[in-house]
């Protein structure tokens, strides 16, 4: 089962992309772009370079994972709990972990200067999932990983089940949605829903540095890290990125090394 999963989230990615770019475009949330064939093409040329990336530092958690398990490192194997709740305590402690990162990624100079490009964007719909600089990719998708799944003891089974609910969420959460009242209201008690994440795209800087929740919503709660705000309100983007020159993909991906 778990290895079906693993299997199939490629999969689930690409159908989650084709699902919501249709449903952004037939029931759009906010007004489109005029230039959003560009901002698509754009945004599209650099998530493929965000998937292959992904796929291959995918290849080095699974060997920590792995070598985690054999040489029974990490907390969780240290424990002898029943299977269920190390599965649990396992995906609950990892979004924790990246709850941590994304802080680092807003308050440490260096690391910002990468994740901003992932902030830049004016116009969030389906295209700004990935989004991301390679070496923003590299921080939270492979030395956060590594690290984390190894001072957790993460099992595979987690970390399976842990991304099979993060990638769908992703795709979800920047497209250009919105669930209806009550039920974005209920989910987002736990869930970080598509109106929940938008608040973490505003151009406000109180605003872009809370909601940092990857998947549960409670983490921001307890550190107080969240706040009430309609995502129809909100301006996204950055006030650096103002001028269609820096959403050209070359300028996106040297923008961290310039002044
Ligand atoms: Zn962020």
Request: hydrophobic content about 45%; glycine content about 6%.
């Amino acid at each position: 089962m778990i290895e079906l999963l693993e299997t199939l989230q490629p999969i689930m990615l690409i159908g989650m992309f084709i699902l919501m770019y249709s449903i952004e475009n037939i029931f759009p949330y906010l007004q489109r772009p005029a230039n959003r064939k560009r901002h698509y093409r754009r945004n599209f040329i650099i998530s493929i370079l965000t998937f292959l990336l992904n796929a291959f530092l995918g290849t080095l958690v699974v060997l920590t994972i792995e070598l985690t398990a054999k040489f029974h490192w990490g907390l969780l194997n240290l424990l002898s709990l029943p299977a269920w709740v190390e599965i649990l305590l396992g995906i609950l402690l990892f979004d924790f972990g990246s709850y941590l990162t994304h802080n680092l990624q807003h308050k440490i100079g260096f690391l910002w200067r990468f994740h901003r490009v992932h902030h830049s964007d004016s116009h969030l719909n389906v295209s700004s999932s990935l989004r991301f600089h390679p070496v923003d990719v590299i921080v939270a998708q492979c030395i956060y990983q590594c690290i984390g799944t190894a001072l957790i003891g993460l099992s595979m089974t987690s970390f399976v089940i842990y991304g099979t609910i993060a990638i769908p969420l992703l795709i979800m959460q920047h497209s250009n949605v919105k669930f209806p009242g009550k039920l974005e209201r209920i989910l987002s008690l736990v869930i970080a829903t598509p109106g929940w994440h938008k608040i973490h795209h505003s151009k406000e800087r109180t605003q872009t540095d809370s909601h940092y929740g990857d998947v549960f919503t409670f983490w921001d709660r307890i550190f107080g890290t969240w706040g009430k705000m309609q995502p129809h309100q909100i301006q996204y983007g950055l006030d650096e990125f103002n001028e269609d020159k820096h959403h050209k993909v070359g300028y996106l991906m040297t923008s961290p090394f310039k002044k």
